[in-house]
């Protein structure tokens, strides 16, 4: 089944604990992407991924860390959380940029940062 | 930069009418994407519609159809005979040439029985 799969789902933490929140996907698809989303201000993106080894910024990058060293996988790392980072978080991918239609969404991640 | 707007926070609207849900957007890029998701209050997201800038028709899928007025600059979706199950958020967002993807902040529509 194609799917992106994200872990964990919920996660209470103390400020300054480092953390990641792995996502996986299934499809072969070259780009990849979090976001973030609060509540009145919809999904703003973090971080994207064109392909292995290339990310860039998106709109609120601060406080964050990705890496892409395989095609499949786009941890998301927060070095030392701080309580504005709670949010609901979403990776994404797709075949392409442009391949929007066929963008997967996994299913959310909760974080909490106390 | 890019910037998407929706202005409707919340829309009420009985069952079996037709539903408009506004977008604006604004870019300088001559080649930009423009597409609709729902999120139910399950939270999945779900696509719903993509509209190219260059496409010369309006996008149409099922009920769901895009009223793209590029002079304008709006993206507005546009559900026909609206059901229960269309109550979700709905959230518009532009693709950009630097394969930025930036979303608006939300509808949130209700259907009424």
């Known amino acids: 089944e194609a799917q992106v799969t994200q872990n964990p789902r919920y996660l209470i933490t103390v400020t300054g604990k480092k953390l990641t929140v792995t996502c996986s996907q299934n499809m072969n698809h070259e780009y990849m992407s979090w976001y973030r989303q609060d509540p009145g201000l919809g999904l703003r993106q973090i971080y994207y991924?064109?392909?292995?080894?290339?990310?860039d910024k998106g709109d609120v990058p601060e406080g964050y860390k990705v890496s892409r060293k395989e095609k499949r996988n786009f941890p998301l790392i927060l070095e030392s959380p701080s309580p504005n980072q709670t949010s609901l978080y979403f990776c994404?991918?797709?075949?392409?940029?442009?391949?929007?239609?066929?963008?997967?969404f996994g299913p959310g991640t909760r974080l909490t940062v106390l | 930069a890019q910037k998407i707007t929706q202005t409707q926070p919340g829309m009420f609207v009985q069952e079996k009418e037709a539903v408009t849900l506004d977008c604006t957007y604004d870019t300088s890029d001559p080649s930009y994407g423009l597409f609709w998701y729902k999120q139910p209050s399950s939270g999945e997201m779900i696509f719903l519609i993509y509209?190219?800038?260059?496409?010369?028709q309006n996008a149409t899928e099922g009920r769901y159809s895009l009223n793209f007025q590029k002079a304008r600059k709006s993206a507005n979706l546009v559900i026909s005979a609206s059901q229960l199950g269309d109550s979700a958020m709905y959230f518009c967002?532009?693709?950009?040439?630097?394969?930025?993807?930036?979303f608006g902040k939300g509808t949130r529509l209700h259907i009424l029985p």
């Open positions: 991924s064109m392909n292995v080894e290339v990310t």
């Open positions: 994404a991918s797709s075949p392409g940029s442009r391949e929007v239609s066929e963008q997967f």
């Open positions: 967002a532009i693709l950009n040439r630097d394969d930025k993807i930036i």
């Open positions: 509209q190219g800038s260059y496409d010369q």
